[in-house]
Structures are given as structure tokens and as C-alpha cells.
């Protein structure tokens, strides 16, 4: 059975001991200066830091529970915490981190409702906006990709944790090259890109059929899958059919890491919070195109 909480009371701080076990030494004065002022004990150190006009902390007193300290923040405080973080999306990039500087100044420029970014060494951005509107508009139009890298984002959640999660699909951008002309519609490049993933969209690039190298497209693919090529059969009037063979070049972001920084939102307050645990992805990396490679 555990034990009650007990409240924890601070003594105050003891006076500062006699120096070697010898009794202080008298004041001496000239006139009515003291020439060996005496130095302060820890009590006055501790109220002249208590009234400190720099104070903004107060002192609450913890409990001890089996032998253990503990401090239990109320609901409301967690509340009121929480109101400055309302509108933040939390990010983070699959494989390299990017530079902090570039990632603030283009999401401040695709997003212009985002009022400040910051990050942390580990690698996750808190994408501060001035409304949650705009921030779940963001989410919800994604994924997006910074210079060809998937960012991964979610709503800032109270309790949240970090976590390291198995990635089997991810956003990733390939190349067809060789691809006839005649497949370079919305229907033709689904089919052709169906080979190697699920198809999202090209790039405005393709859409606008003004670079014929080859078609890039943005698919959800398997990290696990290694196919390369594809062949299409290409029907003919004739009712004849010509192979074609694709070649599917992935950019270098694509071979993700199996294993990445993933956020799970948890409660850790016991009081009934109603945490939700689903995770999203930016989308719509053509929004983002200045960081991704055309």
C-alpha cells in the first residue's frame, strides 16, 4: 500500500558558522565607518534574494511519497501553459537535418501566416502560426519536401514525447525517364507510376510538359522496395502492343532511414486530457518547390 503524500517544508537556510570554530571578530570603526565589515550569513544572501525585484518564481511546497519527491502540476496550470502552443506544428525531416536558418526562412515565406520557428538539437521545428486554422491548413495540404527531404508533421499535443517508429512508406520523388510523350497526362503518368508506388502529382514542370527529359513525379513508396525500372506495353491502333522500359531514379532522400525521429503524443498528467495520437505528413511538395530540386 502506498504511502500518503506528505507536504515537504524547507528549513530555512542556517547562519554562516564561525571560521576555523573561533567566535567572530568585533567590529572595528573609524568614526562610523566599519573598517572589517562582517560578511553576510546565508540568511541575509537567501532574503535579499527573496526580494529580489527580478523575481518572477514563487516557491511550492513538493510532497514526498515513498520516500520520493513529488510535484503535481495542476490541470489549470497545464491549460494556461498550453494556450501559447495552441497554434504550433511540430516537424521533423527524414534523414539529414537541414540547416535551421534556410528551413525558417523558407517555411516563413511558403507560409506566410507563421509568425516564428524554432528548433531543437535534436531535430525537430515547432512551427509557431498566428492561428490554428492556419495551422491545420498546413498539415492538411501536405506532403511537403525541402530540397527533396520529407518533413513529417503533426499538431503540438500537451504530453507530447519523442519517439523513434519504423517508417515503411514515405513521401519520395522519382524520375521516369524515357517515357513516351503520348503518356504525359494525368491518367498516363498514374499508370506508369504505379509501378514503383502509390502516385500523388508531378511537379508544375510536368504538368506543363516543358521539360521532356523526363517526368517527375511524387509517389508513396516502400522504403523496402528496390525496383529501378519498369516496363510499360504501349497499345498501338493496330491493336499491337511496343515495350517500353522506364527508368525510375529516386533522388539520394529516398533511401530513408528505416528508423527516424517520429512524435507520439502521450498524457502524462493521469487528469483525463483527451490526447489524440494520430500522425500526419506535410503534403504537397510542389508548394514547397523552392527547396525541392526541379
Not at 503535481?72 to 498550453?82: K, W
Not at 499535443?157 to 524520375?175: C, D, F, N, S, Y
Request: proline share 10%.
Amino acid at each position: 500500500m502506498e504511502a500518503e503524500p506528505q507536504p515537504l517544508n524547507r528549513a530555512p537556510l542556517p547562519a554562516s558558522p564561525p571560521v576555523n570554530g573561533t567566535a567572530p571578530t568585533p567590529p572595528i570603526y573609524v568614526g562610523n565607518v566599519q573598517l572589517n565589515p562582517t560578511p553576510p550569513s546565508f540568511d541575509k544572501i537567501a532574503v535579499a534574494f527573496h526580494n529580489s525585484t527580478r523575481k518572477t518564481l514563487s516557491y511550492v511546497p513538493p510532497t514526498v511519497q515513498n520516500g520520493e519527491i513529488v510535484v503535481r502540476p495542476s490541470l489549470e496550470m497545464i491549460r494556461d501553459g498550453s494556450k501559447r502552443w495552441s497554434s504550433t506544428a511540430v516537424g521533423y525531416f527524414l534523414g539529414k537535418k537541414p540547416y535551421f536558418p534556410l528551413v525558417k526562412e523558407f517555411a516563413c515565406s511558403i507560409w506566410p501566416r507563421v509568425r516564428d520557428v524554432t528548433a531543437t538539437s535534436n531535430g525537430f521545428f515547432f512551427f509557431q502560426f498566428a492561428t490554428t486554422a492556419a495551422m491545420e491548413e498546413v498539415i492538411e495540404g501536405g506532403p511537403w519536401l525541402f530540397h527533396g527531404q520529407t518533413i513529417v508533421l503533426q499538431k503540438w499535443e500537451p504530453g507530447m514525447v519523442l519517439r523513434k517508429l519504423q517508417h515503411t512508406q514515405v513521401p519520395a520523388w522519382i524520375k521516369m525517364r524515357h517515357l513516351p510523350v503520348e503518356l504525359w497526362t494525368p491518367e498516363g503518368l498514374s499508370v506508369v507510376a504505379s509501378g514503383i508506388g502509390k502516385p500523388l502529382y508531378p511537379d508544375s514542370i510536368t504538368r506543363a510538359c516543358t521539360r521532356l527529359d523526363f517526368a517527375r513525379v511524387c509517389i508513396m513508396l516502400d522504403i523496402t522496395s528496390t525496383t529501378e525500372t519498369c516496363c510499360d506495353w504501349v497499345p498501338k491502333e493496330d491493336g499491337s502492343e511496343s515495350a517500353c522500359k522506364v527508368d525510375m531514379n529516386m533522388s539520394a532522400q529516398s533511401a530513408l532511414l528505416a528508423s527516424a525521429w517520429v512524435i507520439i503524443p502521450r498524457s502524462v498528467l493521469r487528469q483525463g486530457l483527451d490526447i489524440r495520437r494520430s500522425l500526419s505528413m506535410f503534403r504537397n511538395p510542389d508548394r514547397w518547390s523552392r527547396g525541392s530540386n526541379q
